[in-house]
């Protein structure tokens, strides 16, 4: 499969007419450099898998980790997540501003589960920054954005360090100076007791000690993912009478990542294919082969993971 061909990345000063190409290249399905208070951010509708799909192969990130979802307002994360007492405390306490809170995704959040890593909550975020939130209004559409750097990179804080990591892999830099706060958000997970749990250490000090171990829930932590309950064989060239078969490409199967081969929809449509593997009737699982090149690394990364 070709390689995709390199993109002409553009740098537009912050201002009414970078915010709509910015708001027109996410509406299309892109993914744009917004500046945030902590970082720059690599944004992108988070409701369109195929869209984020796109930030993970602009990254080239390993594998699917959670990523945060930022919202104009206290209300829009209301449509999204299950705020307790204590969640709402803390928004209202500290947000906008440099706080990203784990909590239950609600089903009816159109949240595409690529963002979520298949995990039953999601981070979510009020930036402070202008010129997000301008982009996020222009939008109206909740934007996932982790750092706007190639994986395993330092964090980007100005638009030339996007630049510097992501050239040619983004159609659009939106420049607005150095970040404020230069230092990537603080993650608090929220019980439904209300209990807090610190994920990553961040400019946000709520007097906790960071988790240690645990299943991965949020960015910034090294962990399993979401594994199904059933046995899952990959590589099958056909599924065996006890098993649901997860297709690609030429294999066909009960469901399939993408029958056109396309690595961009089978990373959008992993997580799904895998809960409607795990929700059937059959007590095993298998996976046709996935090219293990450009997004199929972090596809078979996450498939192997799933295996175990």
């Known amino acids: ?18 915010v709509d190409e910015a708001a027109r290249l996410i509406a299309q399905g892109e993914c744009v450099a917004v500046p945030t208070e902590t970082v720059y951010g690599l944004a992108a509708d988070a409701t ?4 984020v799909a796109k930030i993970y192969a602009a990254k080239g990130r390993p594998s699917f980790n959670p990523l945060i979802v930022h919202v104009p307002d206290l ?21 906008p501003g440099p706080l990203t809170l784990v909590l239950p995704v609600k089903a009816t959040s159109g949240i595409a589960s690529l963002v979520t890593a298949g995990l039953p909550t999601i981070a979510l975020r009020c930036p402070s920054h202008p010129a997000m939130q301008a982009v996020l209004r222009a939008c109206g559409k909740p934007l996932a954005a ?25 159609p659009l830099i939106l420049d607005a100076g150095p970040c404020a706060v230069g230092l990537e958000s603080t993650i608090v997970a929220v019980g439904e007791d209300g209990t807090l749990r610190l994920l990553r250490p961040g400019p946000v000090d709520l007097g906790l000690s960071v988790v240690q171990g645990g299943s991965i829930e949020a960015p910034g932590q090294l962990a ?58 059959k007590p095993r699982i298998a996976v046709a082969a996935v090219p293990n090149m450009g997004l199929g690394l972090a596809i078979n990364d996450r498939l192997g993971r799933a295996s175990v």
């Open 1 to 18: 499969m070709a390689s995709t061909p390199a993109l002409e990345t553009r740098t537009l000063p912050f201002g009414p007419d970078a």
């Open 48 to 51: 369109n898998g195929k869209a």
């Open 75 to 95: 209300a829009a994360a209301e449509q999204i997540a299950a705020f307790n007492e204590t969640a709402r405390a803390l928004a209202e306490a500290h947000w």
């Open 146 to 170: 982790p750092s706007a750097n190639a994986s395993g990179s330092i964090s980007p804080t100005r638009a030339a360090h996007v630049a510097r990591s992501l050239n040619g892999r983004v």
């Open 224 to 281: 399993s993912h979401y594994a199904p309950s059933k046995p899952v064989r990959l590589n099958a060239d056909t599924a065996a009478p006890d098993e649901w078969m997860i297709g690609f490409g030429e294999i066909e199967g009960d469901d399939t990542l993408s029958a056109r081969g396309d690595l961009a929809e089978a990373a959008a449509r992993l997580f799904d294919a895998l809960h409607k593997a795990d929700e059937g009737s």
